[in-house]
């Protein structure tokens, strides 16, 4: 499902990006065509030489002419070496640049997707784009590229060659290899999807064995090895069929391809032979015709080699490409309101949400002053989670509105939306990087100290533990999932917004912790504006009111001693809870 | 109660190089199938600078009549070749998909095997880079066994055919390779020892865009976009001037792979050409030694290829024997008796068959080390007198079930990934639909597009935290275990479905043994007996009534302090 929300770029698309590429590093990749053609062009000298040395021998010139011609040869690969290195080297440092220039791109856009596309579509899928695509593609770039740009310009040198050696046998060459063209398009035509279905029953495997690997102890208590190995057995299975497929593909373009060089090589040799016993060219022509047609097979098996390579980068550059313009849903036509919020007033008018095609959220009023503590509690499923996202600005509503201040939260552009309203979830990154780092993000100005007060606030005493304080790196110290969370909360009071929606934020802590946890948030945060997701009844007494959600709808709405004195759901989990049966 | 057997491990190669050789061993007939198709087609491949050597004699001689033969047995040599060659090139794509997949069977078996200790001892990570990279590394180095050997025999066949054209030329082809074997060779250690930290920066560019995916969510809603931004600039601009060394080096040694067998074959050339006005050479023969010398170009190329794949996978190889290697960490084979007391000696906790036990405590840690120790992954509890750790893990899995909740969510249906071990079919929909109503996730089943029969994600992505939980305890009861023990299996969901999972999982486990752990009231006052864990150590047992009216810390923990530091308009209500 997360799949089709990011997208892959258009074959169209992916041309112009490859060519904006080109173009960007222009001065470069001329050289590299340049000294390309330069390093073939020493590469036909061979022949051309062996076809004079023929000429020579049956002229019945002495040893000393043959001896410059041999010099001449010598000459010819030496240069042939020389350039070609150059060559090489220039592509190879085109390549590699064109390659870093795409992974910092890459990370730009990774950091321009908007939040709500990387919610909704969830690490797995840019992951793999951000891995696996761009590793392909890099590769591509750096290895297979400056080797495919030799073989086209060597082959296309060679058969110009041909040409002008003699026209009318490279016409005849040119016929007998017409079969390659046709053959080129019939296979690209079905390459690409095969490939891409190839690509994905590879990552099935690798992802069916990190899962298993991930979930090694739920298998043995579960004793799902036979599942497991299941799992594999029928995805290595899919893969090998998805493989088979290619290779079908291939069975028909390689041997089509081969045979037409022979073809072409045969032809020349007949039409040349009897064009030279009527006396109409050179023995030395023949053979200098037929040896450049036979050095043709060198570029064109260097081509084949990488065609399938560069169209299953191909497809991972689209995959790259994809994430430019992720599929967003249609912003609601502007309604006229002030960019930015005026005060720290949250309203919520009449939002509906849906995740597919059925709503989540009905109808939902909500007006919440600045200060107050409000606890969203419910059944699972109910549409707390939802309506908190919504109102930190994560996620749009399909209609109705959200707003700070008169501001839609959707629209605020991130730095500005943080100043106002941060979401903490239970489920917190830590980067593999100093723990300073990983608070700094919030706050860049912050000085240790402050970093310290935030954490001791929080009693996150884990940190006495730490082997080098705020300088330990978390990639390599791992923190747990209650520390972690320790961290994520620090940041939130680094970042001081004035209105924060905490969405299960204490929900891996110890309960004491946990509590000690949100009464040091509150006696923190006091005169800001707390938006609790919960399901413990203890978070929601607290609070200065209580909205019971239940099926998308906000049920009840009122102060925790209202509630409790009705015959609301509320009250009734209340006093099952309290042990209150009165 | 199905005995899952845990496959002993096979006796498998120690050594990268015996791993390969093993390989091979699997799918000998193929590899001898691609070794005799790479060798004739790499020996073929002399045959069309032989027939046109003949051919250009013959033109020589003005043989009008028999050009177009000679012209229709080039096309035909061609035509074989053509044939041999992409029959060879589907022998070894077989080849390497063959030791690549059941280079990844094996390692998944494997983690299979280890089970917990692999989870213990956190190398999931070599897993994923064995089946991403190095299980296709590995298979590439068998192409080795197919052309490489063609490589070899190649070579002495063309020298065979210049022996037979010239001694002299011969002995320059035969004392030839060897030189180009030798400066080939320290060139390749070269490109080794110059790709390495590149790969290694490679690697930690990968691993430092990956968690800026996966903090992407944090950057987003925080901040420090710009500064991870600029740090993996840098980062990717040193990889660009490692990259630009080893190109330098990589395109030297392309330049010699390729470039020295032209020099080589303009010398030979040069050799023949004198020869042949010498006149002991015909112009065809000159055109074959030509022929001859560029064919070479194609084992040299490939035997280059190869060492450089092999010098890869012996990397790889040796980090998959590395990983079969592992030993799980507890090798109990004593069976389980069965019924009798559950006891942890560390806490002083004691469980009689047949009860629902509680355990609370303010200490999440202190209740998985000892649902730990109960389920037999650390030492220090006994069932019915048997150290539980010393257990055979087969028969104990099998009895005994830990539900935590880290506990994973394998892709499938959700009623395969409920009825776990066993089939769909076997336990029956209506089994696993039971399961997941005393779960109380009928709201799950009803949320789906195709119910039971939905697709559930790797690690249960498509379902909230609270689905997730939900499922997992489904899977639990499911199993139907003789022993239940159950980390916090609430913790995620609101307090009414709390409250209905309590009453129907009591239900359920009516007659069978049941440990949770829990600070909820609403979780506690349903079991038999409570036991309240003060600092790792079971301080009071009793009712969740009693101990509520007999034990203030309990009452404290169970209300999170409530008595303690409440509001005091809230006294009243309590």
């Given at each position: 499902?997360?799949?089709?929300?990011?997208?892959?770029a258009?074959?169209?698309e992916?041309r112009r990006?490859a060519?904006?590429?080109?173009?960007?590093?222009?001065?470069?990749?001329?050289?590299?065509?340049?000294?390309n053609c330069?390093?073939?062009?020493?590469?036909l000298?061979?022949?051309w030489?062996?076809?004079?040395i023929?000429?020579?021998?049956?002229a019945?010139a002495?040893v000393?002419?043959?001896d410059?011609l041999?010099?001449l040869?010598l000459?010819?690969?030496a240069?042939?070496?020389?350039?070609g290195?150059?060559?090489?080297y220039?592509?190879y440092r085109f390549g590699?640049?064109?390659?870093?220039?795409?992974r910092?791109?890459?990370?730009?856009?990774?950091?321009?997707l908007?939040?709500?596309?990387v919610?909704?579509v969830?690490?797995?899928?840019?992951?793999?784009?951000a891995?696996?695509?761009?590793?392909l593609v890099s590769?591509?770039?750096?290895?297979a590229a400056?080797?495919?740009?030799f073989?086209?310009?060597?082959?296309l040198?060679?058969?110009?060659?041909?040409?002008?050696?003699?026209?009318l046998?490279?016409v005849v060459?040119?016929v007998a290899?017409?079969?390659i063209?046709?053959?080129?398009?019939?296979?690209?035509?079905?390459?690409?999807s095969?490939y891409?279905?190839q690509?994905a029953?590879n990552a099935?495997?690798?992802?069916?064995?990190?899962?298993?690997?991930?979930?090694?102890?739920?298998?043995?208590i579960?004793?799902l090895?036979?599942q497991?190995?299941?799992?594999?057995s029928?995805?290595i299975?899919?893969?090998?069929?998805?493989?088979?497929?290619?290779?079908?593909?291939?069975?028909?373009?390689?041997?089509?391809?081969?045979?037409?060089?022979?073809?072409?090589?045969g032809?020349v040799?007949?039409v040349?032979g009897?064009l030279?016993?009527d006396?109409?060219?050179s023995l030395?022509?023949?053979?200098?015709?037929?040896?450049?047609?036979?050095?043709?097979s060198?570029?064109?098996?260097t081509?084949?080699?990488?065609?399938?390579?560069?169209?299953?980068s191909?497809?991972?550059?689209?995959?790259?490409?994809g994430?430019?313009?992720?599929?967003e849903?249609?912003?609601p036509?502007?309604?006229?309101?002030?960019?930015?919020?005026?005060?720290?007033?949250?309203?919520?008018t009449?939002?509906?949400?849906?995740?597919?095609d059925?709503?989540?959220?009905h109808a939902?009023?909500?007006?919440?002053r600045?200060?107050?503590?409000?606890?969203v509690?419910?059944?699972?499923?109910?549409g707390?989670?939802?309506?908190g996202?919504?109102?930190a600005?994560?996620?749009?509503?399909?209609?109705?509105?959200?707003?700070?201040?008169?501001a839609?939260?959707?629209?605020?552009?991130p730095?500005?939306?943080?100043?106002?309203v941060?979401?903490?979830?239970?489920?917190?990154h830590?980067f593999?990087?100093?723990?300073?780092?990983?608070?700094?993000?919030?706050?860049?100005?912050?000085t240790?100290e402050?970093?310290l007060?935030?954490?001791?606030?929080l009693?996150?005493?884990?940190?006495d533990?730490?082997?080098d304080?705020?300088?330990?790196?978390?990639?390599i110290?791992?923190?747990?999932?209650?520390?972690a969370q320790h961290?994520a909360?620090?940041?939130v009071?680094?970042?001081?917004p004035h209105?924060?929606v905490?969405?299960?934020?204490?929900?891996l802590?110890?309960?004491t912790a946990?509590r000690r946890t949100?009464?040091?948030?509150?006696?923190t945060?006091?005169?800001?504006t707390?938006?609790?997701?919960?399901h413990?009844?203890?978070?929601?007494?607290d609070?200065d009111?209580?909205?019971?959600?239940?099926?998308?709808?906000?049920t009840e709405?009122?102060?925790?001693n209202?509630l409790?004195?009705?015959?609301?759901?509320y009250?009734?989990?209340?006093?099952?809870?309290?042990?209150d049966?009165? | 109660m199905?005995?899952r057997?845990v496959?002993?491990?096979?006796?498998?190669?120690r050594?990268?190089?015996?791993?390969?050789?093993?390989?091979?061993?699997r799918?000998r007939?193929?590899?001898?199938?691609?070794?005799?198709?790479?060798?004739?087609?790499t020996?073929?491949?002399v045959l069309?600078?032989?027939?046109?050597?003949?051919?250009?004699?013959?033109l020589?001689?003005?043989?009008?009549d028999?050009?177009?033969?000679?012209?229709?047995?080039?096309?035909?040599a061609?035509?074989?070749?053509?044939?041999?060659?992409?029959?060879r090139h589907?022998?070894?794509?077989?080849?390497?998909?063959?030791?690549?997949?059941?280079?990844?069977?094996?390692?998944?078996a494997h983690?299979?095997r280890?089970?917990a200790?692999?989870?213990?001892?956190?190398r999931t990570?070599e897993v994923?880079?064995?089946a991403?990279?190095d299980a296709?590394?590995?298979?590439?180095s068998?192409?080795?066994?197919?052309?490489?050997v063609g490589?070899?025999l190649?070579?002495?066949v063309?020298?065979?055919?210049?022996?037979r054209?010239?001694?002299l030329?011969?002995v320059?082809v035969?004392?030839?390779?060897?030189?180009?074997a030798?400066?080939?060779?320290?060139?390749?250690?070269?490109?080794q020892?110059v790709g390495?930290?590149?790969?290694?920066?490679?690697?930690?560019?990968?691993?430092?865009i990956?968690?800026?995916?996966?903090g992407?969510?944090?950057?987003?809603?925080?901040?420090?976009k710009?500064?991870y931004a600029?740090?993996?600039?840098?980062?990717?601009q040193h990889?660009?001037?490692?990259?630009y060394?080893v190109g330098?080096?990589?395109?030297?040694?392309?330049a010699v792979?390729?470039?020295?067998?032209?020099?080589f074959?303009?010398?030979v050339v040069w050799?023949?050409?004198?020869?042949?006005?010498e006149?002991?050479?015909?112009?065809g023969?000159?055109?074959?030694?030509?022929g001859?010398?560029?064919?070479?170009?194609?084992?040299?190329?490939?035997?280059?290829e190869?060492?450089?794949?092999?010098?890869?996978?012996?990397v790889a190889a040796?980090?998959?024997?590395?990983?079969l290697?592992?030993?799980?960490?507890n090798?109990?084979?004593?069976?389980?008796s069965?019924?009798?007391?559950?006891?942890?000696?560390?806490s002083?906790?004691?469980?009689t068959?047949?009860?629902?036990?509680?355990?609370?405590t303010?200490r999440?840690?202190?209740?998985?080390?000892?649902?730990?120790?109960?389920?037999?992954f650390?030492?220090?509890?006994t069932w019915?007198?048997?150290?539980?750790?010393?257990l055979d893990?087969?028969?104990?899995r099998g009895?005994?079930?830990?539900?935590?909740n880290d506990?994973?969510?394998?892709?499938?249906?959700l009623a395969?990934v409920v009825?776990g071990?066993?089939?769909?079919?076997?336990v029956g929909?209506?089994a696993?639909?039971?399961?997941?109503?005393?779960?109380?996730?009928?709201?799950v089943v009803?949320g789906?597009?195709?119910?039971v029969?939905s697709r559930?994600?790797?690690?249960?992505?498509n379902?909230?935290g609270?689905?997730?939980?939900?499922?997992?305890?489904a899977?639990?009861?499911?199993?139907?275990?003789?022993?239940?023990l159950?980390v916090?299996?609430?913790?995620a969901?609101d307090a009414?479905t709390e409250?209905?999972i309590?009453d129907?999982?009591a239900?359920?486990?009516?007659g069978?043994?049941?440990?949770?752990?829990s600070?909820?009231?609403?979780?506690l006052?349903?079991?038999d007996?409570v036991?309240?864990l003060?600092?790792?150590?079971?301080?009071?047992?009793?009712?969740?009534?009693?101990?509520l009216?007999?034990?203030?810390?309990?009452?404290?923990l169970v209300?999170?302090g409530?008595?303690?530091?409440?509001r005091?308009d809230?006294e009243?209500?309590t």
């Open positions: 499902m997360s799949a089709q929300l990011l997208r892959v258009e074959p169209a992916v990006a060519w904006r590429l080109i173009l960007s590093d222009r001065a470069a990749f001329v050289v590299v065509l340049l000294t330069a390093a073939a062009g020493a590469g000298l061979g022949p030489l062996v076809g004079l023929v000429n020579e021998v049956q019945g002495g000393a002419a043959i410059w041999g010099l040869v000459l010819a690969a240069a042939q070496f020389v350039i290195r150059q060559a090489r220039k592509s590699e640049r064109t390659a870093a220039r795409l910092e791109q890459l990370v730009d856009r990774l950091m321009q908007p939040a709500r596309t919610e909704r969830g690490t797995a899928d840019l992951t793999s784009r891995t696996t695509d761009a590793a590769f591509v770039l750096r290895d400056p080797e495919m740009v073989a086209v310009v060597q082959a040198v060679i058969v110009v060659a041909v040409i002008l050696l003699s026209p046998l490279g060459g040119l290899l017409v079969a063209p046709v053959v080129l398009r019939w296979y690209l035509r079905r390459a690409r095969a891409l279905v690509a029953a099935e495997v690798a992802e069916v064995l990190a899962s298993t690997a991930a979930g090694a102890r739920t298998v043995e579960l004793g090895q036979e497991r190995t299941t799992a594999c029928s995805s299975a899919a893969a090998t069929a998805a493989q088979l497929r290619t290779l079908q593909l291939r069975s028909v373009f390689f041997p089509t391809i081969d045979a037409s060089t022979a073809l072409a090589v032809t040799f007949g040349g009897l030279y016993l006396q109409q060219i030395g022509t023949v053979v200098a015709a037929v040896l450049y047609l036979r050095q043709l060198n570029p064109i098996d081509i084949l080699i990488w065609v399938e390579t560069l169209q299953s191909a497809a991972s550059f689209a995959r790259l490409e994430l430019v313009s992720p599929a849903p249609p912003r036509a502007p309604t006229g309101v002030t960019a930015t919020p005026v005060d720290q007033h949250i309203v919520v009449d939002v509906h949400y849906a995740y597919d059925t709503d989540v959220l939902v009023n909500l007006n919440i600045a200060g107050e503590q409000l606890a509690v419910g059944p699972s499923g109910a707390k989670s939802t309506l996202r919504l109102i600005g994560v996620d749009r509503p399909r209609a109705g509105r959200v707003t700070v201040g008169g839609d939260v959707a629209d605020l552009a730095e500005q939306l943080r100043e106002h941060v979401l903490v979830t239970q489920e917190q830590v593999a990087d100093p723990l300073r780092d990983n608070l700094t993000i919030a706050a860049p100005h912050a240790d402050e970093l007060a935030a954490l001791g606030v009693g996150a005493d884990w940190f533990d730490l082997p304080g705020l300088d330990t790196d978390l990639g110290h791992r923190l747990g999932g209650a520390q961290v909360l620090a940041r009071l680094l970042a001081n209105t924060l905490l969405d299960e934020a204490t929900a802590l110890d309960p946990a949100e009464q040091a948030l509150a006696a945060i006091r005169g800001r707390i938006i609790a997701v919960a413990r009844l203890q978070t929601a007494r609070a009111r209580i909205a019971v959600m239940e099926d998308g709808r906000i709405l009122g102060r925790h209202d409790i004195t009705t015959t609301t759901s009250a009734a989990l209340w006093r099952a809870w309290s042990g049966t009165t | 199905g005995h057997a496959s002993p491990p096979r006796p498998l190669p050594g990268p190089w015996s791993y390969l050789a093993w390989l091979v061993s799918q007939g193929r590899v001898a199938l691609g070794a005799v198709l790479g060798s004739t087609w020996v073929g491949l069309p600078p032989y027939l046109l050597s003949r051919a250009v004699d013959g020589a001689d003005g043989q009008r028999v050009v177009l033969w000679w012209a229709a047995a080039l096309v035909a061609g035509g074989v070749l053509t044939g041999l060659s992409i029959w589907r022998t070894m794509t077989r080849v390497r998909m063959d030791a690549a997949f059941r280079t990844m069977s094996e390692v998944n983690t299979v280890l089970g200790t692999l989870a213990r001892r956190a990570g994923v880079a064995i991403s990279g296709w590394t590995i298979g590439r068998l192409t080795a066994t197919g052309p490489g490589a070899v190649a070579y002495v063309i020298a065979v055919l210049l022996l054209i010239s001694v030329l011969a320059v035969l004392a030839g390779v060897p030189i180009l030798l400066v080939v060779g320290p060139a390749l250690g070269r490109l020892k390495t930290p590149y790969r290694e920066q490679q690697g930690r560019l990968t691993g430092r990956v968690d800026v995916v996966a992407l969510g944090v950057l987003n809603g925080l901040g420090g710009v500064i600029d740090r993996i600039r840098t980062e990717s990889l660009l001037q490692q990259g060394r330098r080096v990589t395109s030297v040694i392309q792979g390729l470039g020295l067998p032209t020099l074959s303009a010398v050799l023949a050409a004198r020869l042949a006005a006149g002991s050479l015909s112009v023969e000159l055109v074959a030694v030509y001859y010398a560029a064919v070479l170009a194609v084992p040299v190329a490939s035997v280059i190869n060492a450089v794949d092999l010098s890869q996978a012996l040796r980090r998959v024997t590395d990983f290697a592992l030993r799980r960490d090798t109990g084979a004593a069976a389980p069965g019924e009798g007391d559950l006891i942890d000696e560390v002083g906790l004691r469980i068959p047949g009860t629902f036990a509680a355990v609370a303010a999440h840690s202190d209740a998985a080390a000892l649902v730990d120790r109960l389920g037999g650390q030492p220090g509890a019915a007198g048997q150290p539980v750790a010393d893990p087969a028969p104990l009895q005994v079930l830990v539900a935590d506990a994973d969510l394998f892709a499938g249906s395969q009825a071990r066993h089939e769909v079919d076997q929909e209506a696993v639909l039971d399961a997941l109503h005393t779960a109380a996730a009928d709201d009803r789906l597009p195709e119910g029969g559930i994600d790797s690690g249960g992505r379902l909230s609270g689905q997730r939980q939900r499922v997992r305890l899977r639990a009861t499911a199993a139907d275990p003789a022993v239940l159950a916090d299996p609430t913790s969901v009414a409250a209905t309590v129907r999982l239900r359920n486990r009516r069978k043994t049941t440990l949770v752990t600070t909820s009231a609403l979780v006052q349903v079991a007996e036991h309240l003060v600092d790792g150590r079971v301080v009071a047992t009793g009712t969740h009534t009693s101990l009216a007999d034990r203030p810390e309990y009452a404290a209300h999170r409530e008595r303690s530091d409440a005091p809230d009243a209500q």
